[in-house]
């Protein structure tokens, strides 16, 4: 077994994984992530991104392969240790925002520290504190049936947030989100992760998201690629055009 590099917070290496229909996700996918790294993993939609970022985060263990955290092998983990893995160390957006409806806007932000034993008055503010960031602070008394969808995505990033966590998995996070809430966000997110040396995975089909990560990882059908540009062949295409392939890595 590898040792991974002493500079990665996360390493995968050669991961697999076929959906439950027989259709394969993820194809032998290898990749590192330094500590305070905004890295994005770009690509179409079923290109393999939200099963990368579940195997990288323990939520869905890989069926070959292997993951490392800080240089402690995720992969042979016993599914409690990884649950307590991701409660205490990672921090989670999903696409969609899934809020308890029992609970106002604050002590849904606030619930992942008070999970980890934190005290309700300390949760509550660093809750409020991310919730003023993301500009919905004046809902932070309301239940989320009574919050706009781009309000209710705002209110689960602050939660994935104020527990400050070391990687924080970001899958489509501004995707139900109108185009200005997006910029703001986004800039908030990689705000805060550099502020506090957080280090982010970050899902994206968008090129404009994709652009403000450190780095890019882009997958196609379950595979890393990189676009290699070529030079334009003389006398037999229009000038100006060039060409480009795809090759899986």
Known sequence: MEAPPDNDVLWARALHFTHPDGSPALGGVSLGVREGEILAVSGPRG??????????SGLVPAQRGEVWFNSVPVHTMRPMTRERLRRDRFGWIDPAPVLVPELNVWENAALPLMLRGTSRRRAKVAALEWLERLD???????????????ERQRACIARALAPAP???????????????????????????ARSHGITVVLATHDAETAALADRTVSLLDGRRVNTVH??????????????????SV
């Open 136 to 150: 919905i602070g004046d809902r932070s008394r309301n239940r989320p049936h009574e919050l706009t969808q781009p």
């Open 47 to 56: 290109s393999g991104k939200t099963t990368l970022l579940s195997c990288l």
């Open 166 to 192: 070391t990687v924080l998995f970001a899958d489509e996070p501004t995707a139900p989100l109108h185009r200005a809430d997006r910029a703001h966000v986004l800039r908030t997110l990689t705000t805060a």
């Open 230 to 247: 070529l030079p334009p062949v003389q006398e037999t295409q229009p000038a100006g055009q060039g060409a480009a392939c795809s090759l």
